[in-house]
């Protein structure tokens, strides 16, 4: 009997794209397994760093320890203005030190804005240190004079007034009491608000003052 030897006589098994069906089959299989594989979830990394100008805006207040030169607050305030920040109140005052001086700035922005404008306040020719101190726990004090219309029917009143504020009666005309009134923001803040329905005539404001509580010294942390 005539035939095929290699047949074994049986018929060859199908074929798919050129291959035995068995070797078909494997290579499903493993694209299935791959695609599989695929389709699990990637490595997460860390969540993105805030970007500056994103975050909640609040209050902050930064000290800066700087050389007693002239066009060193131009400087800062330039550099403020770059970064966009609109100070609410910049405070400066000599140091112990004669050539030292201590600025106090207090401005609103985020915390990341914040961080970077203070990084780059440090490299500033002339600035010596730079700490912000919003979190920190702190003595605040504003002083302001307030001129107050007065007249001779509420002028007792406004005395009364000053007096459980605390302040003091710096000048007295017929038609105006000047008062010296100091504290935190918020309390110079009510207190303004409090005398502003008898007419506010003129009002100054040093802005705030700040100095950490405890026995640790921004002055004496400086990179002299």
Do not use: C, W
């Not at 970007?51 to 030169?69: F, M, S, Y």
């Not at 920040?85 to 207090?106: C, E, G, W």
């Not at 009134?181 to 040093?206: H, N, P």
């Amino acid at each position: 009997m005539s035939g095929d030897p290699a047949s074994n006589g049986k018929a060859p098994a199908a074929a798919v794209g050129g291959l035995p069906a068995s070797a078909a089959a494997g290579a499903a299989a493993s694209a299935e397994t791959s695609a599989v594989g695929s389709a699990s979830p990637a490595h997460i990394g860390p969540p993105a760093r805030a970007l500056p100008g994103g975050g909640e805006t609040r209050r902050h207040t930064l000290i800066a320890i700087v050389l007693d030169k002239p066009g060193v607050l131009n400087r800062v305030s330039s550099l403020m203005r770059a970064r966009n920040f609109n100070i609410d109140s910049l405070a400066v005052s000599h140091t112990d030190q004669p050539d030292i001086s201590r600025m106090t700035i207090t401005l609103h922005g985020d915390d990341v804005a914040v961080e970077q404008a203070a990084k780059q306040l440090y490299r500033l020719i002339d600035v010596l240190k730079v700490q912000d101190v919003t979190s920190e726990a702190t003595v605040d004090h504003e002083l302001a004079l307030v001129k107050i219309r007065a007249t001779d029917s509420n002028r007792a009143e406004i005395l009364t007034i000053v007096e459980l504020s605390k302040g003091r009666v710096v000048d007295l005309s017929g038609e105006s009491v000047i008062v010296e009134v100091t504290g935190t923001e918020t309390e110079v803040d009510a207190f303004v608000a409090l005398v502003r329905t008898y007419g506010i005539k003129e009002l100054v404001r040093t802005g705030a003052v700040v100095m950490a509580r405890g026995s640790a010294s921004i002055e004496e942390a400086t990179k002299r």
